[in-house]
């Protein structure tokens, strides 16, 4: 009852990656391979140290469902596009950031199709570092179709389906690999919700078909980091997932305030609510996370909620998240007890 877990991404070691040039670089949508500080020739071995530097992290916190923490990752969103065809990453292209600022793209200028797979291998190594429930993201096919620029598809929801079949390859090489959660980070669902309404439920359901086991959509303000201006205290679209196929929907609340009687719009699926609040520099007393997950549950049942933060911590120094993380799994003891005795 009241599992916790992390949306996603963890910091990543300034051995490891130029942290002061990623907090500076805004979230990447091509690759930037100067933010990486190790030789291609040591990157593999490199990348798996950071990994088990990650889960140790997450399992001496007490989370209960762990990630690689992305480290592998210079964002989200970027590491994909390499793995497949159609795309000009070498002259991108231009789309608008949530924030409405002109961003580099990839351009899609052919057919979107997965010429390899590309977390295959990173999957079975985090298989064989923990004994916890594993969690692997993948940015979601709305949001890899607007942050592109489509010159080959007729239209928009065209290209995003085109997307979601590439998707769906990568989460079914996840669930063999032993994965037993894996999301979609779909945070422009909430940015474009009148576009979403017209193809981001489709989209979704062709990327999770034929996926068993739990499956998670996470949606998003932005980044604590990169979002600073005051946050929506409501979601522009949230009810419409409720007749997706993902059997989990992940939310930020806790910088935002949710008033979490919007979580009644999604009475099938369990809750991943955010409760840590990544823009709060102070690390939140557990009796703080505690009560946020009291005030969902007058929502929802605990047999339907998750306790995370509210988003991907990369940007955090890493002894404040991993403060954070054990306010979270302390927070999530206390209710837990409170409900049922232990």
Same mark, same amino acid.
């Given at each position: 009852?009241?599992?916790?877990? #992390?949306?996603g991404s963890f910091p990543q070691p300034e051995w490891l990656i130029d942290r002061e040039a990623l907090l500076a670089s805004g979230v990447p949508r091509v690759p930037r391979? !100067?933010?990486?500080?190790?030789?291609?020739?040591?990157?593999?071995?490199?990348?798996?140290?950071? #990994?088990?530097?990650?889960?140790?992290?997450? @399992?001496?916190?007490?989370?209960?469902?762990?990630?690689?923490? &992305?480290?592998?990752?210079?964002?989200? +969103?970027?590491?994909?596009?390499?793995?497949?065809?159609?795309?000009?990453? *070498?002259?991108?292209?231009?789309?608008?950031?949530?924030?409405?600022?002109?961003?580099?793209? %990839?351009?899609? $200028?052919?057919?979107?199709?997965?010429?390899?797979?590309?977390?295959?291998?990173?999957?079975?190594?985090?298989?064989? &570092?923990?004994?916890?429930?594993?969690?692997?993201?993948?940015?979601? %096919? +709305?949001?890899?179709?607007?942050?592109?620029?489509?010159?080959?598809?007729?239209?928009?929801?065209?290209?995003?389906?085109? +997307?979601?079949?590439?998707?769906?390859? @990568?989460?079914?090489?996840?669930?063999?690999?032993? $994965?037993? +959660?894996?999301?979609?980070?779909?945070?422009?669902?909430?940015?474009?919700?009148?576009?979403?309404? @017209?193809?981001?439920?489709?989209?979704?359901?062709?990327?999770? *078909?034929?996926?068993?086991?739990?499956?998670?959509?996470?949606?998003?303000?932005?980044?604590?980091?990169?979002?600073?201006?005051?946050?929506?205290?409501?979601?522009?679209?949230?009810? *419409?997932?409720?007749?997706?196929?993902?059997?989990? #929907?992940?939310?930020?609340?806790?910088?935002?305030?949710?008033?979490?009687?919007?979580?009644?719009?999604?009475? !099938?699926?369990?809750?991943?609510?955010? #409760?840590?609040?990544?823009? *709060?520099?102070?690390?939140?007393?557990?009796?703080?996370?505690?009560?946020?997950?009291?005030?969902?549950?007058?929502?929802?049942?605990?047999?339907?909620?998750?306790?995370?933060?509210?988003?991907g911590m990369k940007y955090l120094p890493r002894e404040r998240a991993l403060a954070k993380l054990r306010a979270l799994a302390e927070g999530a003891r206390l209710v837990r007890r409170e409900l049922t005795g232990r």
């Open positions: 009852m009241l599992p916790t877990t #992390v949306v391979p !100067s933010l990486w500080r190790v030789p291609d020739a040591r990157m593999t071995e490199a990348q798996d140290d950071a #990994v088990r530097l990650a889960v140790r992290d997450m @399992e001496r916190a007490g989370v209960d469902i762990v990630s690689d923490g &992305e480290v592998r990752r210079e964002s989200y +969103f970027n590491w994909l596009a390499p793995a497949l065809t159609g795309l000009d990453l *070498e002259r991108p292209g231009t789309a608008l950031s949530r924030a409405g600022r002109p961003t580099a793209v %990839p351009r899609v $200028v052919g057919p979107v199709t997965r010429a390899r797979p590309a977390l295959a291998r990173q999957a079975a190594f985090l298989r064989g &570092e923990t004994d916890r429930a594993i969690k692997i993201t993948v940015p979601g %096919p +709305f949001t890899l179709s607007v942050l592109a620029q489509n010159e080959h598809y007729p239209d928009a929801s065209s290209l995003a389906l085109a +997307f979601a079949a590439v998707v769906n390859a @990568e989460l079914r090489d996840l669930k063999a690999a032993g $994965v037993d +959660f894996v999301q979609l980070d779909e945070p422009y669902l909430q940015a474009w919700p009148d576009r979403a309404r @017209e193809y981001g439920v489709a989209a979704i359901d062709r990327a999770l *078909e034929g996926i068993p086991g739990p499956t998670v959509v996470h949606l998003c303000f932005g980044y604590a980091h990169t979002v600073r201006d005051k946050k929506p205290s409501g979601y522009s679209y949230l009810p *419409e997932l409720e007749r997706c196929r993902a059997t989990h #929907v992940s939310i930020e609340a806790a910088q935002p305030k949710l008033d979490c009687s919007a979580l009644r719009s999604l009475p !099938s699926k369990t809750v991943v609510l955010g #409760v840590l609040d990544l823009g *709060e520099p102070a690390v939140e007393p557990a009796e703080i996370v505690a009560g946020r997950i009291r005030a969902a549950l007058a929502h929802v049942p605990a047999e339907r909620l998750i306790a995370a933060p509210d988003c």
